[in-house]
């Protein structure tokens, strides 16, 4: 079923009668006098709020109309564009008012790009490779001097008229009452709105008033208050200086070589201009650089930001935009558009500069002030940049001491990279504060090398993700796991089939411990010990029901914890949705209450799917069936429309033998009712992961357009 506005299935209410787009959006309305759109729910606010005109309930253009897919196209352009000119800008002053002034612009900017895409269903595109500050300059008609604050008013202006001139243009020379015509009204009167602001923010600053943008809400620094910690060294202090900390390969560092280590490198960042609240890439392999790269930027006072080493370039170009980097730790600069290779720390010339530099004493931080940014997986759009605060480390350890029962005398090691929220949190934060001994691989996770490195590391506490112990298990490494001395196996990221724990305990004799977390709150905020229970919540943290589902009806949850994050960055929409009151993490994950009391994990609202007028669970057929059929790796299913527009299923497997996969499949498949039985069946190499290795069932609907 289509929803009638956004034309994208919709997710059922409770009871059934009724159902709520897809993308959560309220009911929005357009002024017939200044074009804005503004939001409203069951009823419009009666006049514009901007300028007292008459309101028209907004029936949005479908993306798949060419001329409002291409107008939707230029805007993105523009947005992209000037947000890069503003992180800049911003990056590049000196002046602490221009600094808060054209990082809020950026803000503006990602926040106006989430209205589009979220409005328009249309993912935001790749940034362009060829803008710079003179291109900004160039298109805003005035002269480029980086370096005067006047003139980075003058070109941010016109850049904003610029904008809204040519939206402007556009409607007045499409066909009157055209769907592209009122969406460039739209564009025209947004961005003239955005002037506006640049307007009255210039005669702020002009006037020497302190706050140019009262009511702004961005992740700032707060003042300083009574109560100041910071992160790195609450993480680092107590432990005895001689105890090992982190090993990797061949190399080691004891609790006080690596506090002297983040000492240093926060003095070698300062000496390069990092002050605080900047935020500073680290661009790195696992290994001891990666740690101390983190902890020093935090020790700073600056914001520390993992980026996978590997990222895809229009990801990172699009990172370097969105973030507006002060420093970018890296091996080369070489995938580095031009306009931020001056920022880039090549990674020998840094080693020399933090051996060379004094240590310095830990910044003082408000509770609330940024700490770092993890980037959410990215599995139903662009990942989001999560910020956590300075606080987020005063419990880090709680779920990992009560819960998982670690302790000092413990050696950690996550088969996933540290710029995924998971090992970061769970092995290296939570492993230092602690006390115990963190291990480090800085090679990329396979089967063989996971096994080859705890063979090696001997460690007592595996941290990994349901595929990877999969492919441990059908390459017959799992018993080694044990035999090298593992004593406690975790599994997050995604759910854990109970097929893989069985066959997992039958070959180890190791049960795995399957945790549900998320970028949001960092800690594993419910387990399953494989005790019938199911998932129940962690120690510290408390689980509210999101309104009254029966028993037998999959539902969201909200998790109270004390590692929640301040929110995300650029995104009011995504933030409100998600954050509830400040103090609730409510994911999109759908969850059934057991007999047990406890809780099984049911996919996400997007997994629940409505065929032939029935719903449908995705997550729990595809495990059905790979449970039931022999032969099967891995499976997932997606809901696709056919030729006709009726939505079906189409299942994507993973097998040694496919022809023998295929044929059993289709028997199991034949004993599932008709609106849960498979219409296509597509043999694959592997399932589209993301680099943390979850799920991208978007890339499997492009694929399936593909095969049929």
């Given at each position: ?428 934060c939570a492993g230092l504060k602690l006390g115990a001994t963190v291990l480090l691989d800085p090679q990329w996770p396979t089967a063989q090398s996971v096994a080859a490195s705890v063979l ?253």
């Amino acid at each position: 079923m289509l929803c009638p506005k956004c034309h994208r299935a919709v997710v059922a209410t409770r009871d059934d009668a009724g159902a709520m787009c897809c993308a959560h959006a309220s009911v929005q309305w357009r002024c017939t006098l200044c074009a804005r759109v503004v939001p409203g729910f069951a009823f419009a606010y009666g006049s514009c709020p901007h300028c007292g005109g008459t309101l028209d309930l907004l029936d949005t253009p479908r993306a798949s109309e060419p001329a409002a897919l291409a107008g939707i196209r230029m805007a993105f352009e523009i947005e992209l564009g000037a947000r890069a000119f503003y992180q800049r800008a911003a990056a590049d002053s000196a002046d602490a008012r221009l600094k808060e002034l054209f990082g809020h612009f950026a803000v503006m900017e990602g926040t106006h790009m989430e209205t589009l895409a979220r409005r328009y269903h249309v993912d935001v595109p790749a940034p362009s490779q060829a803008f710079s500050v003179e291109l900004a300059a160039i298109f805003a008609g005035v002269e480029n001097r980086p370096r005067d604050p006047e003139n980075l008013f003058r070109i941010a202006t016109a850049w904003e008229r610029r904008a809204a001139d040519f939206f402007a243009e556009r409607a007045a020379s499409a066909a009157p009452g055209s769907a592209e015509q009122t969406l460039y009204l739209e564009l025209a009167a947004e961005e003239a709105e955005h002037a506006h602001w640049l307007t009255v923010a210039h005669a702020r600053w002009l006037g020497g008033q302190g706050n140019l943008f009262p009511g702004h809400r961005a992740h700032a620094v707060p003042a300083a208050q009574a109560g100041t910690m910071n992160a790195a060294a609450l993480l680092l202090e107590g432990h005895d200086a001689a105890r090992t900390a982190l090993v990797c390969g061949e190399q080691t560092l004891s609790y006080g070589a690596l506090r002297d280590r983040a000492a240093r490198t926060a003095s070698a960042l300062r000496k390069r201009g990092v002050s605080t609240g900047d935020r500073v890439a680290i661009k790195l392999p696992d290994g001891l650089d990666w740690v101390s790269a983190y902890l020093g930027a935090i020790w700073a006072g600056a914001v520390a930001v993992a980026v996978n080493p590997r990222i895809p370039a229009a990801e990172w170009h699009y990172i370097l935009d969105e973030a507006g980097f002060r420093a970018i730790l890296a091996e080369s600069a070489d995938d580095t558009p031009p306009l931020w290779c001056d920022r880039v720390l090549r990674l020998d010339d840094w080693r020399r500069e933090v051996d060379g530099a004094a240590p310095i004493a830990p910044a003082p931080m408000a509770p609330d002030a940024p700490a770092f940014w993890c980037h959410s997986s990215g599995t139903s759009g662009k990942p989001k940049a999560v910020v956590h605060p300075q606080r987020f480390a005063l419990r880090i350890e709680q779920v990992s001491r009560e819960g998982l029962g670690i302790g000092a005398d413990d050696r950690l090691f996550a088969s996933s990279k540290l710029f995924f929220s998971y090992p970061q949190t769970n092995s290296l934060c939570a492993g230092l504060k602690l006390g115990a001994t963190v291990l480090l691989d800085p090679q990329w996770p396979t089967a063989q090398s996971v096994a080859a490195s705890v063979l090696a590391l001997h460690p007592s506490v595996l941290f990994c993700v349901p595929s990877l112990y999969r492919n441990l298990l059908h390459e017959g490494l799992a018993p080694g796991i044990a035999n090298a001395g593992v004593r406690l196996c975790v599994s997050a990221g995604e759910a854990l089939p109970a097929s893989l724990r069985a066959a997992w305990r039958e070959q180890t004799g190791l049960t795995i411990v399957d945790g549900y977390g998320a970028s949001e709150v960092l800690i594993l905020v419910m387990l399953d010990r494989g005790d019938g229970k199911g998932l129940t919540p962690s120690p510290g943290v408390d689980v509210e029901l999101i309104g009254d589902a029966p028993a037998d009806v999959p539902t969201r949850l909200a998790f109270r914890a004390p590692t929640l994050a301040l929110g995300y960055l650029d995104r009011p929409q995504a933030q409100a949705e998600t954050f509830r009151d400040g103090l609730l993490f409510c994911p999109a994950d759908l969850f059934r209450r057991n007999e047990a009391g406890g809780w099984g994990f049911a996919g996400r609202e997007d997994s629940l799917v409505k065929i032939r007028g029935r719903w449908v669970n995705l997550a729990e057929l595809e495990q059905q069936l790979a449970a039931q059929a022999t032969g099967i790796l891995e499976a997932a299913a997606v809901c696709v429309p056919d030729r006709d527009g009726v939505d079906a299923v189409a299942l994507f497997f993973v097998a040694r033998d496919a022809g023998a996969a295929d044929a059993a499949l289709r028997t199991c498949a034949e004993r599932l009712p008709p609106h849960q039985r498979p219409r296509w069946m597509h043999p694959l190499s592997a399932l589209p992961r993301t680099p943390t290795g979850k799920l991208l069932r978007r890339k499997l609907q492009e694929l399936h357009r593909t095969l049929a």
